[in-house]
Structures are given as structure tokens and as C-alpha cells.
């Protein structure tokens, strides 16, 4: 059964500071994975999908990388900024369905 | 990408009532899905819904107890019954996008609060 954990479960940084979000998950055998940031009460938003047989993806700021033989995947923060605050979960594909970590919920200060 | 709309945004409903969420996107899509996010924890899927085929529900979740329609390939709606206390939670849905690897996009939520 697939298990997908993220560390940390909170963070808090200073405006401007590089940081790194890590997920892990047990079972290598994945179709992607997708990283997403939730505000409070909202929705997901999509930020980042990495197929099985990529290595990284960046979007703006944000660079997420995967290592299926270790089963890791981290999402790099360049130069955050209070609007990055947020809870940021990754989910892996498999089996047709999103099986989601429990999420790390990001505070950056001005 | 896919925009998706849910209906309503939140609610609250007394104990032993049913209340039906409506999700509509802006565009055809075959796979549809419905997750649950109770307080504090991450997301939990509840069933796939497949137009012209009945919903695959997740070990826990029963169709009595989660009724899915899927008419069209725009729509789907979850029925959440006979409600306790226990259902307040936020429920999404989400659809895969074949032009993008079947990366899933999700609708801003239904927060509903029982009684």
C-alpha cells in the first residue's frame, strides 16, 4: 500500500529565504507526482507535475524534483515571500488515483 | 488546464439531513473524482466517477452513504446522507487532464459543517 509522508509538517522562514519542502513515498512504482499549494479553507492549486520518467520541473521560483529508485521528491522555494504562505502537499499517481501526503504547512514573515 | 466550479461553497446542515454538491468544469473530461478533507488532515478519496458507468468507491466509503451521479461529461454530483457530526469536512472534486500527463485539477472545495 502506497504511503506518502511529508517533513516537515510546519515551517516558518524570513521573507526572502531559499527553502525546500521534502516528500517521500514507499512505493516506487508511480505514474507522477504533483505537488499543490492550499490556502486556508480553499481549494488545490496545481504547481508542479513530474512524470515517472523526469527528473525536475521548474516553474518560476518553485523547482521540484523526483528520485523514484529512493522514493523522493523535494519542491524547492527560491527567494520566498509572504504570499508563499500556504500548505503545500505532494501526491503521487498511481493505480488511477492521487494518494496524498499530509502536507507542510509554510509561514514566511516579512 | 480545466477551470472547475463546485456548488455550494459551504453549508450548514443539521444531523440526519442530505446535502448534494454540484462540481461542473468548462470542459469534457473522462475521469472524475471526489475527495474528502476532514479537519487538520490531507485529502482522502472517496470514489471515482466515469460518465456512463457507476462510481468505483474507496475501501470506507459506501454508495448508500455517498451517492455519485456523473450525467455528462461536464457534471457530477456527490450526496453526503444522513450526516453526523463526523462528515464536517471539506469536499473537493477534481478531474484528469489527458493534455497534461493526467495531471488532476481541483475545485475550490465545499466546506460543510454538521450540526
Known amino acids: 500500500k502506497q504511503e506518502v509522508t511529508q517533513i516537515p509538517a510546519a515551517l516558518s522562514v524570513p521573507e526572502g529565504e531559499n527553502l525546500v519542502l521534502n516528500c517521500s513515498f514507499t512505493d516506487s512504482a508511480i505514474y507522477n507526482l504533483q505537488w499543490f499549494r492550499q490556502d486556508p479553507g480553499k481549494g488545490l492549486t496545481s504547481l508542479l507535475l513530474?512524470?515517472?520518467?523526469?527528473r525536475e520541473q521548474t516553474s518560476g521560483r518553485l523547482n521540484a524534483s523526483l528520485d523514484k529508485s529512493s522514493g523522493r521528491s523535494t519542491l524547492y522555494i527560491a527567494a520566498s515571500q509572504p504570499g508563499d504562505s500556504a500548505t503545500y502537499l505532494c501526491?503521487?499517481?498511481?493505480?488511477?488515483?492521487?494518494?496524498f501526503g499530509q502536507g507542510t504547512e509554510l509561514s514566511v514573515k516579512p | 488546464s480545466a477551470v472547475i466550479s463546485q456548488k455550494p461553497s459551504r453549508d450548514i446542515c443539521q444531523r440526519g439531513t442530505s446535502l448534494t454538491i454540484q462540481c461542473q468544469v468548462d470542459s469534457q473530461v473522462t475521469m472524475m473524482f471526489w475527495y474528502r478533507q476532514q479537519p487538520g488532515q490531507s485529502l482522502t478519496l472517496i470514489a471515482t466517477a466515469n460518465q456512463g458507468s457507476e462510481a468505483t468507491y474507496e475501501s470506507g466509503f459506501v454508495i448508500d452513504k455517498f451517492p455519485i451521479s456523473r450525467p455528462n461529461l461536464t457534471f457530477s454530483t456527490l450526496t453526503v446522507s444522513n450526516m453526523s457530526p463526523e462528515d464536517s469536512s471539506i469536499y473537493l472534486c477534481?478531474?484528469?487532464?489527458?493534455?497534461?500527463?493526467?495531471?488532476?485539477?481541483f475545485g475550490p472545495g465545499t466546506r460543510l459543517t454538521v450540526l
Open positions: 501526491a503521487v499517481a498511481g493505480g488511477g488515483k492521487l494518494i
Open positions: 477534481s478531474v484528469e487532464w489527458r493534455g497534461g500527463f493526467n495531471e488532476q485539477f
Open positions: 513530474i512524470q515517472s520518467s523526469q
